[in-house]
């Protein structure tokens, strides 16, 4: 067999939430007509204009051993799609061939029985995908390994913390017999350690194992360490099917486009434990809520303020709050967390926040940038990842550029030099 994947046309779609998407009480809604012996579809026939289509018009082509990233905006269709892949769902049109088994790790318990233990729950995912009970047991100690829960693998999976479950989740995907793999952003429950071992054997099996991947994230980071292709999902739709960068470079360009110059605003749930209500890129001497179209405009010599506010709904472990400024081309320029700070490194207790960090001027090079917001308890949970959230521009003026010559790298600083006779 051979992990190899095909979408043709595929659409996926659900009402909207109308009386007319529910059962019909009246009979003859659905009723055989007497006279012409046809069934009758009632009112749902008139209302497919009304449906909201998750996927639309979704057709692309993977083959044996590539990594696929698959990214897009919260609701644009991602988890539809690796659902439909799994064949959890099915699509309301097209069709999807997949050659080999496919493993998913969707959600967190996915495919787990919550009164079975760790160690049944690994012979029963074996099982479903076709695997002899000897041919598990060969490589149960590797999972158990690679999970980390060793102590707790006899222990119901229902007392496992939802870390724990994602580890064994992807440990059993990872490393039973399957040739397509499917991973959505799930892998945010676990810890940063766990989730560059998870990148790493996801590698591994592409390269060695001949394994395909599909692998849905919020972070940027790991897609472009990881992918080589790219997939750009908006509102549905396939926007971008690109190498990596160039997907990436889209994907931002599609969230920058949502805002107004450098500030984001975002929707705050009053039960979550972390929401963020605000972030701004403000170069000096504009104000903080600055909203002109050049007020993401910022001069290569002026410092700039990065402006986090947000709010903790319940007291919380020492956590921080951070980000990643990526350059036009993808890669992370500079990763900072206010717990840089030793007086931001103790526990929150519920309340508004405001973090502010100063980039100094003669820092980066002329070019766009974007900010992706992070927010997290280290080695524990992540609380908020978000990419592309604004996106700025450091634009030289025609003195500056004719006085500075172009040159290589996306970090300018101005040291201090001193030159004198010797």
Not at 118 to 139: D, F, P, Q, T, W
Not at 179 to 187: A, F, G, K, S, W
Request: net charge neutral; aromatic share 6%; proline share 5%.
């Amino acid at each position: 067999m051979v992990g190899t994947l095909n979408d043709r046309e595929v659409a996926d779609g659900f009402g909207d939430g109308s009386r007319d998407d529910l059962p019909s009480d009246n009979a003859g809604d659905n009723a055989r007509d007497e006279t012409t012996g046809k069934r009758s579809v009632g009112s749902r026939a008139k209302r497919q204009n009304d449906y909201v289509w998750a996927l639309k018009d979704i057709d692309f082509e993977v083959p044996r051993g590539e990594i696929l990233g698959i990214i897009g905006r919260n609701g644009a269709g991602k988890s539809t799609l690796l659902k439909l892949l799994s064949k959890i769902t099915a699509p309301t049109s097209g069709r999807i061939k997949t050659k080999g088994r496919v493993a998913s790790l969707l959600e967190v318990g996915t495919g787990f029985q919550p009164e079975l233990t760790g160690r049944e729950n690994i012979y029963l995912n074996g099982a479903l995908l076709g695997m002899r009970r000897h041919e598990i047991r060969s490589r149960l100690d590797e999972i158990i390994d690679f999970s980390g829960c060793a102590k707790y693998i006899d222990t119901p999976v229902k007392r496992y913390s939802s870390g724990m479950t994602v580890r064994l989740g992807f440990a059993v995907a990872a490393h039973l017999d399957c040739e397509i793999l499917v991973v959505d952003e799930v892998l945010a429950v676990g810890d940063a350690e766990f989730q560059n071992r998870c990148i790493g054997r996801m590698r591994e099996v592409s390269a060695g194992g001949g394994k395909t991947v599909l692998f849905v994230s919020h972070n940027m980071g790991s897609v472009r360490s990881l992918c080589r292709q790219g997939v750009v999902l908006d509102r549905g739709e396939v926007v971008t099917m690109a190498p990596i960068s160039d997907a990436i470079r889209d994907y931002f360009d599609l969230n920058a486009g949502a805002e107004t110059g450098a500030h984001w605003h975002g929707t705050v749930d009053p039960t979550s434990a972390f929401a963020v209500e605000h972030v701004s890129v403000v170069g000096q001497g504009q104000p903080s809520y600055a909203a002109t179209d050049q007020s993401n405009v910022i001069s290569p010599d002026e410092a700039f303020q990065i402006t986090i506010q947000y709010t903790v709904g319940k007291p919380l472990p020492p956590m921080r709050v951070g980000f990643q400024i990526l350059s036009g081309e993808g890669p992370v320029v500079v990763e900072a967390y206010d717990s840089d700070a030793p007086d931001c490194r103790g526990p929150r207790s519920p309340g508004r926040y405001c973090s502010t960090c100063t980039i100094p001027g003669h820092l980066l090079s002329p070019g766009w940038y974007y900010l992706t917001l992070n927010a997290g308890i280290p080695h524990v949970e992540n609380l908020f990842n978000k990419a592309g959230v604004v996106k700025f521009r450091i634009h030289e003026s025609e003195l500056d550029r004719a006085q500075r010559t172009r040159r290589s790298g996306v970090l300018q600083p101005c040291f201090q030099w001193e030159t004198k006779p010797s």
